[in-house]
């Protein structure tokens, strides 16, 4: 890769909602010719919503890794000749880490108590007979 950041779509609200409805149709009708129904199986609909939610994303993450966009592809489509896009995104990048690195420092002081079960044992091992 040329580069290792690539923009990628991400499907949200109405979208996530009608192919979700589609998979739930479709799965009551897949199971409904089985002779799985709400009145032989009155909880059924939650395997339905869980299974249509799976597929529906399944299917979003399929198109978005299909469909990547690269800096400079976004650059030429906004008309962005000045590669602000790129300063903006380093820039956020850069606060993002600052955020995160002072996150961790802020709960250092409860590292050690945490991570006593990490600690090496007391003593050799197997040698209590």
């Known amino acids: ?13 109405e979208s996530q909602h009608r192919l979700q ?17 709400t009145d032989t199986h009155p909880m059924i609909h939650l395997f339905i919503e869980n299974h249509a939610i799976l597929l529906r994303d399944f299917v979003f993450s399929g198109v978005s890794l299909s ?7 976004i650059e030429r489509l906004t008309g962005d000749t000045t590669s602000m896009i790129r300063v903006d995104i380093w820039d956020q990048l850069k606060s993002h880490i600052e ?8 709960q250092a002081g409860t ?7 990490f600690e090496k ?7 209590e007979k």
């Open 111 to 117: 590292l050690p108590k945490l991570l006593s079960a």
């Open 1 to 13: 890769m040329p580069r290792d950041l690539v923009f990628v779509m991400r499907f949200m609200g």
């Open 67 to 73: 469909r990547q966009f690269r800096v400079d592809e």
């Open 121 to 127: 044992p007391p003593g050799p091992l197997g040698s």
């Open 99 to 106: 955020t995160a690195e002072k996150q961790f420092q802020s």
């Open 21 to 37: 409805s589609h998979f739930q149709d479709f799965i009551r009708a897949e199971l409904a010719a089985g002779g799985v129904t």
